[in-house]
């Protein structure tokens, strides 16, 4: 008989996971439960959105989305970086950075999650830019 922690061991018992280890030294059973099936690599702990990122969506990023985000920042997708490895969950997109007033200051490739994406209630109202008026002149 093998001795650990200072009790006796018994040699039958398996060490696989299973059912808890005293049933198995009493002899009782237990009764079998199976495994539920494994949901794939997309539900680890995650939801899939429910509107998938495309071009020219408007999205708000936070920390929810990606670390980086430190200051919020407003983006328009270009495309979605499809043919690049990315953890489960996580996704590549190229995009422009856009400045409160809408228009685009940056062009960026960005490393975030959808789920923790945000979609602005309205686009922002583009400024209307009045040229000025040149002064004429009056001849009398």
């Known amino acids: 008989m093998r001795v650990r922690s ?4 018994d040699p039958t018992a398996s060490t696989e996971a299973g059912p808890p280890f005293h049933h ?3 002899g009782e059973a237990v009764p079998h439960t199976p495994k539920p099936p494994d949901p794939g690599p997309t539900s680890r ?3 899939v959105p429910a509107r ?3 071009s020219g969506d408007m999205l708000r990023l ?4 990606s670390p980086q985000f430190v200051r ?3 983006v328009r997708v270009i495309r979605v970086l499809a043919d690049r490895q990315t953890y ?6 190229e995009c422009y950075e856009l400045a409160p007033n809408g228009d685009a ?3 960026r490739e960005l490393y975030l999650m959808p789920e923790g994406v945000r979609r602005p209630a309205a686009p922002p109202a583009p400024v209307r830019r009045r040229r000025p008026v040149a002064p004429r002149r009056v001849t009398v």
Do not use: K, S
């Open 24 to 26: 198995r030294m009493r």
């Open 72 to 74: 919020a920042v407003t």
């Open 45 to 47: 702990g995650a939801t």
């Open 105 to 107: 200051v940056a062009r």
């Open 62 to 65: 936070t920390r929810d989305a």
């Open 52 to 54: 998938t990122i495309q």
């Open 6 to 9: 200072g009790g006796p061991v």
């Open 88 to 93: 489960a969950g996580w996704l590549w997109i």
